[in-house]
C-alpha cells in the first residue's frame, strides 16, 4: 500500500489530454514539494517534474503539473505514443521522515 | 553534470547479503545526497534510505534499520548500499539517485542492478 494514492493506468487517444492525479496529507504533499517521475518499460525512472510544477531543462512544455493542499496533479497535453509510460508522484513524508511515492499509473495512449 | 553508474547485476542465496556500488561523476560528490530505492518486480519505487558523503551519516528508511548499511568513498566519488539477510522479497532493481533534499526531488538516477534472491 502506497502511502501516496494515484490511479493504477489511463488511457487516451493520442493528441488529447490526460490528468494523472496524486493523493497525499499534511506530512507529505502538504507541506514539501512534489516531484514527478517518468519511467520506461525496463528503464530507469527519470525526473519529469520538481519543486511542484517546473520542468527540468529538455522536457517539453506539453508536461505541466500543479499542487493543491495535499494533492497533486500531472498534466500531459498533444499525447504521443511514446509518452506510454508508468508516472510516479513522489515528495519527502516529514512524520515517516521518508521518501514516499505514489504506486505508479500505467498510461496508455491508444 | 552528474551521472551515476551502478554496478552489475547480482544472483544471491537466501540468508547472503549483496552490496551494490554506485560511482558518481561529473560534479561534487560529497557535497549532496545519494538515496538509495528500490523496484520489486511488477511494483512502485520504495526509497531504503540515503547519505550524505560529506557528512557520512546514513539514514535509512525503517523498513530496512538493522539491514541496511549505506557508506561513501570520497577518494572513488563511490556509494556503496549493502543489505543482509535477503529473502526471496528482496528481488528487485535497486537503483541509485541525487537527492535535492531541499526541493524534493531524486535527479538523476543510476542505470539499475537487478538483484536476485534464489535458492
Known amino acids: 500500500q502506497s502511502v501516496l494514492t494515484q490511479p493504477p493506468s489511463m488511457s487516451a487517444a493520442p493528441g488529447q489530454k490526460v490528468t494523472i492525479s496524486c493523493s497525499g496529507s499534511s506530512s507529505n504533499i502538504g507541506n514539501n514539494y512534489v516531484s514527478w517521475y517518468q519511467q520506461f518499460s525496463g528503464a530507469a525512472p527519470k525526473l519529469l517534474i520538481y519543486?511542484?510544477?517546473r520542468r527540468p531543462s529538455g522536457i517539453p512544455d506539453r508536461f505541466s503539473a500543479s499542487k493543491s493542499g495535499t494533492s497533486a496533479t500531472l498534466g500531459i497535453t498533444g499525447l504521443q505514443t511514446g509518452d506510454e509510460a508508468d508516472y510516479y508522484c513522489?515528495?519527502?513524508?516529514?512524520?515517516?521522515?521518508?521518501?514516499?511515492f505514489g504506486g505508479g499509473t500505467k498510461l496508455t495512449v491508444l | 553534470q552528474v551521472q551515476l553508474v551502478q554496478s552489475g547485476a547480482e544472483v544471491k542465496k537466501p540468508g547472503s547479503s549483496v552490496k551494490v556500488s554506485c560511482k558518481s561523476s561529473g560534479d561534487t560528490f560529497n557535497t549532496y545526497k545519494i538515496s538509495w530505492l528500490r523496484q520489486a518486480p511488477g511494483q512502485g519505487l520504495e526509497w531504503m534510505g540515503g547519505?550524505?558523503?560529506?557528512?557520512?551519516?546514513?539514514k535509512s528508511a525503517q523498513n530496512f534499520q538493522g539491514r541496511l548499511t549505506i557508506t561513501a568513498d570520497g577518494s572513488t566519488s563511490t556509494v556503496y548500499m549493502e543489505l543482509t539477510s535477503l529473502t526471496s522479497a528482496d528481488t528487485a532493481v535497486y537503483y541509485c539517485?541525487?537527492?535535492?533534499?531541499?526541493?524534493?526531488?531524486?535527479?538523476?538516477w543510476g542505470q539499475g542492478t537487478l538483484v536476485t534472491v534464489s535458492s
Open positions: 539517485a541525487r537527492d535535492d533534499y531541499s526541493l524534493n526531488f531524486l535527479d538523476p
Open positions: 547519505i550524505v558523503p560529506l557528512f557520512a551519516t546514513p
Open positions: 513522489g515528495t519527502w513524508d516529514s512524520s515517516l521522515s521518508a521518501w514516499v
Open positions: 519543486d511542484n510544477y
